[in-house]
Protein backbone atom coordinates (compact mmCIF):
# COMPACT_ATOMS: atom_id res chain seq x y z
CA UNK A 1 0.00 0.00 0.00
CA UNK A 2 2.92 2.54 0.68
CA UNK A 3 4.13 2.34 -2.54
CA UNK A 4 1.02 3.22 -4.30
CA UNK A 5 0.89 6.38 -2.23
CA UNK A 6 1.61 9.75 -3.79
CA UNK A 7 4.10 12.31 -3.15
CA UNK A 8 2.16 14.05 -0.76
CA UNK A 9 0.47 11.55 0.99
CA UNK A 10 3.40 9.67 1.53
CA UNK A 11 5.08 12.76 2.68
CA UNK A 12 2.58 12.69 5.40
CA UNK A 13 2.94 8.96 5.96
CA UNK A 14 6.69 9.66 6.66
CA UNK A 15 6.74 12.59 9.01
CA UNK A 16 3.48 10.89 11.05
CA UNK A 17 5.94 7.59 11.36
CA UNK A 18 8.74 9.62 12.11
CA UNK A 19 6.96 11.79 14.70
CA UNK A 20 5.58 8.08 16.31
CA UNK A 21 9.26 6.75 16.43
CA UNK A 22 10.58 9.76 18.15
CA UNK A 23 7.48 10.49 20.62
CA UNK A 24 7.82 9.80 24.03
CA UNK A 25 5.50 8.76 26.99
CA UNK A 26 4.37 11.99 28.34
CA UNK A 27 4.00 14.07 25.21
CA UNK A 28 1.75 13.37 22.22
CA UNK A 29 1.35 14.45 18.98
CA UNK A 30 -1.25 15.57 16.90
CA UNK A 31 -1.89 15.82 13.18
CA UNK A 32 -4.56 16.64 10.71
CA UNK A 33 -5.26 15.00 7.36
CA UNK A 34 -6.70 18.40 5.36
CA UNK A 35 -7.80 16.34 2.18
CA UNK A 36 -11.05 16.89 -0.56
CA UNK A 37 -13.53 13.80 -0.54
CA UNK A 38 -11.63 11.93 -3.12
CA UNK A 39 -8.08 12.82 -2.32
CA UNK A 40 -6.96 9.49 -1.26
CA UNK A 41 -7.05 10.78 2.65
CA UNK A 42 -9.25 7.06 4.03
CA UNK A 43 -6.38 5.12 1.51
CA UNK A 44 -3.24 7.46 3.65
CA UNK A 45 -5.47 6.06 7.18
CA UNK A 46 -5.58 2.60 5.84
CA UNK A 47 -2.14 2.59 4.68
CA UNK A 48 -0.84 4.28 8.58
CA UNK A 49 -2.79 1.42 10.19
CA UNK A 50 -1.56 -1.26 8.35
CA UNK A 51 2.10 0.31 8.79
CA UNK A 52 1.68 0.62 12.29
CA UNK A 53 0.34 -2.75 13.11
CA UNK A 54 2.23 -4.62 10.50
CA UNK A 55 5.32 -3.00 13.61
CA UNK A 56 3.54 -4.20 16.93
CA UNK A 57 1.79 -0.46 17.52
CA UNK A 58 -1.60 -0.87 18.10
CA UNK A 59 -4.26 1.60 16.36
CA UNK A 60 -7.50 2.65 16.82
CA UNK A 61 -8.88 4.26 13.70
CA UNK A 62 -12.34 5.88 14.24
CA UNK A 63 -15.03 7.75 12.31
CA UNK A 64 -17.57 10.28 13.34
CA UNK A 65 -20.48 8.96 10.85
CA UNK A 66 -21.11 5.14 9.78
CA UNK A 67 -20.37 5.34 6.51
CA UNK A 68 -17.24 6.76 6.96
CA UNK A 69 -16.36 4.22 9.62
CA UNK A 70 -16.97 1.58 6.67
CA UNK A 71 -14.46 2.40 5.01
CA UNK A 72 -11.76 2.00 8.30
CA UNK A 73 -10.37 -1.28 9.20
CA UNK A 74 -12.80 -2.14 12.33
CA UNK A 75 -15.66 -0.08 11.36
CA UNK A 76 -15.72 1.86 14.70
CA UNK A 77 -17.60 5.36 15.07
CA UNK A 78 -16.04 7.56 17.51
CA UNK A 79 -18.47 6.86 19.84
CA UNK A 80 -18.09 3.03 20.14
CA UNK A 81 -14.71 2.53 21.71
CA UNK A 82 -15.00 6.06 24.03
CA UNK A 83 -18.82 5.51 25.05
CA UNK A 84 -19.96 9.01 24.29
CA UNK A 85 -23.43 9.44 24.70
CA UNK A 86 -25.72 10.24 22.12
CA UNK A 87 -26.24 13.41 21.77
CA UNK A 88 -23.03 14.51 23.42
CA UNK A 89 -23.61 17.43 24.96
CA UNK A 90 -20.78 20.25 26.35
CA UNK A 91 -21.20 18.16 29.75
CA UNK A 92 -20.52 14.94 28.11
CA UNK A 93 -18.25 12.24 29.39
CA UNK A 94 -16.95 9.13 28.34
CA UNK A 95 -18.75 6.36 30.59
CA UNK A 96 -15.48 3.74 30.09
CA UNK A 97 -14.64 2.59 33.71
CA UNK A 98 -11.10 2.54 34.42
CA UNK A 99 -10.79 -0.81 35.57
CA UNK A 100 -12.59 -2.28 32.70
CA UNK A 101 -11.67 -4.12 29.31
CA UNK A 102 -12.37 -1.32 27.33
CA UNK A 103 -10.06 1.09 29.18
CA UNK A 104 -7.31 -1.58 29.20
CA UNK A 105 -7.52 -2.05 24.62
CA UNK A 106 -7.71 2.05 24.78
CA UNK A 107 -4.20 2.24 27.03
CA UNK A 108 -2.35 -0.20 24.66
CA UNK A 109 -3.20 2.14 22.08
CA UNK A 110 -0.81 4.11 20.92
CA UNK A 111 -2.27 5.82 17.36
CA UNK A 112 -5.47 7.00 17.13
CA UNK A 113 -6.87 7.97 13.73
CA UNK A 114 -10.52 9.69 13.19
CA UNK A 115 -11.75 10.88 10.37
CA UNK A 116 -14.70 12.82 9.11
CA UNK A 117 -13.23 14.69 12.66
CA UNK A 118 -14.42 18.84 11.53
CA UNK A 119 -17.74 17.44 11.50
CA UNK A 120 -18.01 16.29 15.05
CA UNK A 121 -19.13 18.51 17.08
CA UNK A 122 -16.46 19.85 19.26
CA UNK A 123 -17.41 18.69 22.53
CA UNK A 124 -16.42 14.90 21.16
CA UNK A 125 -12.70 15.86 21.03
CA UNK A 126 -12.80 17.61 24.51
CA UNK A 127 -14.56 14.74 26.19
CA UNK A 128 -12.00 12.41 24.67
CA UNK A 129 -8.63 14.36 25.49
CA UNK A 130 -9.83 14.85 29.21
CA UNK A 131 -10.74 11.16 29.09
CA UNK A 132 -7.73 10.01 27.78
CA UNK A 133 -5.77 12.22 30.52
CA UNK A 134 -7.41 11.05 33.18
CA UNK A 135 -6.87 7.42 31.97
CA UNK A 136 -3.16 7.60 31.04
CA UNK A 137 -3.14 9.94 34.18
CA UNK A 138 -0.70 12.52 32.67
CA UNK A 139 -2.08 16.15 31.65
CA UNK A 140 -0.58 17.00 28.17
CA UNK A 141 -2.88 16.47 24.99
CA UNK A 142 -5.14 13.31 24.48
CA UNK A 143 -2.81 11.58 27.77
CA UNK A 144 0.51 11.32 25.02
CA UNK A 145 -1.16 9.20 22.58
CA UNK A 146 -0.39 9.98 18.59
CA UNK A 147 -4.02 11.21 17.74
CA UNK A 148 -4.35 11.40 13.61
CA UNK A 149 -7.28 13.48 12.98
CA UNK A 150 -8.54 14.22 9.28
CA UNK A 151 -11.25 15.49 7.06
CA UNK A 152 -12.56 18.14 5.03
CA UNK A 153 -13.17 21.80 6.45
CA UNK A 154 -14.48 22.73 3.41
CA UNK A 155 -17.81 20.44 4.51
CA UNK A 156 -18.53 22.48 7.13
CA UNK A 157 -20.71 25.32 7.08
CA UNK A 158 -19.98 28.65 7.95
CA UNK A 159 -21.85 30.29 11.28
CA UNK A 160 -24.33 33.03 10.70
CA UNK A 161 -24.99 34.35 14.35
CA UNK A 162 -29.09 35.90 14.51
CA UNK A 163 -29.03 35.31 10.26
CA UNK A 164 -33.04 35.42 10.51
CA UNK A 165 -33.69 34.32 7.26
CA UNK A 166 -32.81 30.91 5.07
CA UNK A 167 -31.85 34.35 2.18
CA UNK A 168 -29.21 35.63 4.42
CA UNK A 169 -27.95 32.55 5.84
CA UNK A 170 -27.58 31.69 1.35
CA UNK A 171 -26.19 34.81 0.72
CA UNK A 172 -23.57 34.48 3.84
CA UNK A 173 -22.38 31.07 2.43
CA UNK A 174 -22.01 32.08 -1.16
CA UNK A 175 -20.51 35.43 -0.36
CA UNK A 176 -18.25 34.53 1.95
CA UNK A 177 -14.68 34.42 0.86
CA UNK A 178 -13.10 32.14 3.21
CA UNK A 179 -10.57 30.58 0.48
CA UNK A 180 -7.60 31.60 2.31
CA UNK A 181 -9.02 29.94 5.66
CA UNK A 182 -8.41 26.24 3.52
Known amino acids: MYAMLNQDQRSAADAIRAAHHKQSTTAGSCFFIDGRGGTGTTYLYNTLYDLFMGQGVYVMPVAWTGIA?????EERTAHSPFKLPVPILETSASSIRSNSMEAEQIRKTEVFIWDEE?????YALKAIDIFLRDLMNINVPFGGKMMILGGDFRQVLPICNHSGTSYKYVEKLFNDDRSDQW
Open 69 to 73: ASLLP
Open 118 to 122: PIAPS
